[in-house]
């Protein structure tokens, strides 16, 4: 393995369906010559491409799990994310889309810029993605990559300048002008491999000198030595292309390219474009948090010499076992090595270290800074991260946070149960506000997570990745009780029904907290309660927490101080003073003012300005309070907090209000109460549940 | 009763105006500095002085993006409350955020049309209707007169308070009363002009329109380590 790392480029290619990017991938693939015959997606020979390394991608011709795939060009190094184009924010989508130091933006120069190109634009730009465009399927009817062009300005308000303008169109696409050089490029041979360099027919000189000039106007923001040549007319390629590369690593120039995938047309040039255009990993600064400070951000270096820090980005179960994907941020990951998983602190040895072609794998021996690779055989759950030992940096916070919506899901049949466990297992591994637990009322398989679609994808994954078909109950929201005052209690626990009796006083007083979940103070003075049965009042107390008395909720947010009470010398036990504090928490329960509590969630809506009204209209029917609107070009996005109990289908009404061009992003904000009006429904719907039950 | 605290010791009444509010209905004001004197944190204290009150306010700012905005409010409010010794800060912003809208613009984003556009998608869905504007980082160059005039109307018919904070630099030309002769073409449409001037380590605050200018009430000073406005006491 080579180590020169301004030669290696980590990059996603993204696009909307349908836009080709599988093809894309499956010709770079061929003409790197990581594979030696081009099979179609949807081919006759049914082999399909190498990126659909899964059975059903082949078979329904889409990408549906990321794999990493290693290439080289021009003695650069790629490696190609396959990044998920599903619009969904779970945290794997996020994970993906972190280890990317650039990025294809395929677009189809028929159907142009669609909406889910704005989705992943958007995700691009929330992650700071340099980004280049592709232009694909010039060779279609109706193709017409300069409105595309126009698109990316208007839609997603892209600073977008052609590089290329195609020879021909449709039918007669034969190829394309590079305006860099100022030749045409063909592609002859079965597969396009031969490039030929021409001089520019005559008919498209002054199309070409036309677009050289806005590109060169574009450019030169990004480079006075360029502006200077420009005025004195002697740039250079050099020149040029470090110009457009300054303006696309800062994100306020987009190269935009063209061709035929399918046809073999304009694939090579789009990979010289990779290599001269899109960052190294040394170019980008990457953040790690340091757990000993308080979670403080540090600037990674990104020498392979120092001490490592590395992420596990993506678990994937194949023929070889687990297999986890990992980007190397600083330092290398060799064979034989110790390091130590930050989350944990378990140290172990590294076994075999892979590169990863889709399904096909090579043995290397180590993975530097910059790279991606991927390691076997190693208990990890996706988003931790690797480092040497003695060291406390993550790339992740280590902040989890809880669940705020629960499912109830049944297997369809045994094989489905058996299919079902192990991609809960799988999944929780993954994800880690992805919970799974037993009810012990039902005996129902629950999972728990951030959000209705959240676990919509797990459910689905459950089917297509796992073939376990499961049927789904009511989403639940996860509740909570606490209370709002001060009160007293004072409770005598006493039994005597034959044998040995039961007594226990416990007094003191309950009150709210804000900093905490639950907190027991033991103010007994005199030994009012003997020692040895404080804890198990704190144990009664705990105990009455998970239940709350009003609606069955989780209690939290609630101070216990026990300051008096009174025992008996044989009735005593441990067992009494558990009694005695349950009811002692009843006692002082019910007049602490106890409320519900729900979770209020964060919904940052994208939309295009022209449903701006109905969208915050939408929100507004739902309980919802709006933060902000913030305008931002053709795009616009509207911040508010929403009870997540009124954001289920929310997805299918803001999809029918704006024609699928907005999406939205949910997570959650804070636990508020519950109007009181919110209440009596709630109150009434347990009511009604229990009847059912009985 | 947090709230009502709060209110009596806004030190804004001291400043020589009899009424409860500084502005008639349709009335603009304009807050002028130099860069970086404290114009946006003066507004959020008028703006805040105005949510207390449970009034709506829509706050606009052409150049933070929302979150930056609502960082300045929290921030505002936790130095007041930490001046009063008020330990529940969380709790005076739930009370006050529905009271409150922010809607950022892009400076090359902004017209009148626009903005009436969006204020009408919100009174008819009854989602929000503000009772006074904040508008922070409006350019005031040649153009300004007709959106100004435009605004006007707006704020004339919907009976609004309009607060503008006004940008000067280093080397303007100032008109006899203190105001940059470029604004003396728009200066009628404005009832109230305060102007923040460092003068040594402090900020004053000083009227230059409006019934403050003339009244013989002691100026305000802008603390410049918490840009909270106090009197000359430190109150």
Redesign the interface.
Known sequence: MENNIQKVRNIGISAHIDSGKTTLTERILFYTKRIHAIHDVKGKDGVGATMDSMELEKERGITIASAATFCKWQGHEINIIDTPGHVDFTIEVERSLRVLDGAILVLCSVGGVQSQSITVDQQMKRYKVPCLAFINKCDRSGANPLRVINQLKEKLGHNAVAMQIPVGLEADLTGIVDLVIMKAIYFDGDNGEDVRIEEIPDNLIDEALQKREELIDAASMFSDELMEAALEDQVTEDLLISAVRSGTLARELTPVFMGSAYKNKGVQPLLDAVTNLLPCPSDVENEALDMEDNEKSVILSSSPDDDLVAFAFKLEDGQYGQLTYIRVYRGTLAKGMTMVNVRNGKKFKVGRVARMHADQMEDIGKIDAGYIGALFGIECASGDTFASPGMSLTMTSMFVPEPVISLAIAPKDNKSQINMSKALGRFTKEDPTFRTHVSDETKETIIEGMGELHLEVYVERMRREYDAEVSTGKPRVAYRETITRKAQFNYIHKKQTGGAGQFGRVAGYIEPI?EEEFLFENKITGGSIPTQFISACEKGFRQSLAKGPKMGFPVTGVKIVINDGASHAVDSSEMAFQSAARGAFKEGYAKAGPVIHEPIMKVVVETPTEF??AV??SL?QRRG?????????PMC?I?SRIPLSEMFSYSTVLRSLTQGKAQFTMEFNAYKQVPQQIMEELVEKAREEKKNVA | MLKNDLILQNPLRLMGYKAEEILTPGGFGAVLARAGVGKTSFLVQLSLNSLLKNKNVLHISLDDPVNKVNLWYREVLSRIADQHNIEQTNQLVETILPHRFIMTFRVEGFSVPKLEERLSDLTEQNIFSPQMLIIDGLPFDESIYEPLSQLKTLAQKNSLYVWFTMRTHRDETMGPDGIPTRLIKVADLFEVVVQLQPEGKEIHVKALKGEGADSDHPSLLLDPATMLIKDQTGR
Do not use: K, P, R
């Not at chain 1, 309070?625 to 070009?633: K, R, S």
């Open positions: 804000a701006q009204g915050m209209g507004n309070m709006i933060v902000g609107a913030q305008d931002e070009g996005s911040e």
